[in-house]
């Protein structure tokens, strides 16, 4: 076993803490929510696709590790309009002081209307998220946000769809 001095651990400590802080957001504070406005586009892995918009609104209940965000997305096509809502937990990463990522999933659920029919499902969703920030202050930005969703209702749908738009910080 190998004996450390103190003030040798001090500055492994110090080190090794270090990093963590180096892209933080400095004497600004975290805005309340960022809200997301934006369009969305679904394709359907049997081959059909829907366009839309979509809303959604974030916080960061855990500083560094846990973003909440709930949203939900209007998508229509020929005889057919969609209505998905989601709740997804995501991981953040700052990868630089100008562009954010995140990974995450959650549940969501699926309201359909086709031929006059409606449906009502819940699915899986897992998404990444990219956020950009043009100025340092972070209060607005741009997001593009691709994700993948797995149906639990009849048929099991399975999808990818991306989204992208405004974000606005809320302060």
Same mark, same amino acid.
């Given at each position: &076993? *190998?004996?450390? +001095?103190?003030?040798?651990?001090?500055?492994?400590?110090?080190?090794?803490?270090?990093?963590?802080?180096?892209?933080?957001?400095? *004497?600004? /504070?975290?805005?309340?929510?960022?809200?997301?406005? +934006?369009?969305?586009?679904?394709? #359907?892995?049997? $081959?059909?696709?829907?366009?839309? $918009? #979509?809303?959604?609104? %974030? @916080?960061?209940?855990?500083?560094? !590790?846990?973003?909440?965000?709930? +949203?939900?997305?209007?998508? @229509?096509?020929?005889?057919? /309009?969609? !209505?998905?809502?989601?709740?997804?937990?995501?991981?953040? !990463?700052?990868?630089? =002081?100008?562009?954010?990522?995140?990974?995450?999933? +959650?549940?969501? !659920? *699926?309201?359909? =209307?086709?031929?006059?029919?409606?449906?009502?499902?819940?699915?899986? %969703?897992?998404?990444? #998220?990219? &956020? @950009?920030?043009?100025?340092? /202050?972070?209060?607005?930005?741009?997001? *593009?946000?691709?994700?993948?969703?797995?149906?639990?209702?009849?048929?099991?749908?399975?999808?990818?769809?991306?989204?992208?738009?405004?974000?606005?910080?809320?302060?």
């Amino acid at each position: &076993m *190998v004996a450390i +001095g103190f003030s040798k651990a001090r500055w492994i400590a110090f080190l090794l803490s270090w990093p963590a802080g180096a892209f933080a957001q400095g *004497v600004d /504070k975290e805005p309340a929510a960022i809200l997301e406005v +934006g369009g969305a586009a679904s394709f #359907d892995l049997n $081959g059909t696709s829907s366009f839309g $918009g #979509d809303l959604a609104a %974030e @916080f960061t209940p855990i500083e560094n !590790w846990l973003e909440l965000e709930g +949203g939900t997305a209007a998508v @229509f096509r020929r005889h057919s /309009k969609e !209505w998905d809502t989601d709740l997804l937990c995501k991981r953040p !990463w700052d990868l630089s =002081r100008r562009v954010e990522f995140m990974a995450g999933a +959650g549940p969501e !659920w *699926v309201h359909t =209307r086709s031929n006059g029919v409606a449906t009502n499902s819940f699915a899986i %969703e897992f998404a990444l #998220d990219f &956020m @950009f920030w043009p100025s340092p /202050k972070r209060r607005f930005g741009w997001f *593009v946000e691709p994700g993948y969703d797995y149906g639990f209702g009849r048929g099991h749908e399975r999808s990818v769809g991306v989204s992208a738009g405004l974000l606005i910080a809320i302060p």
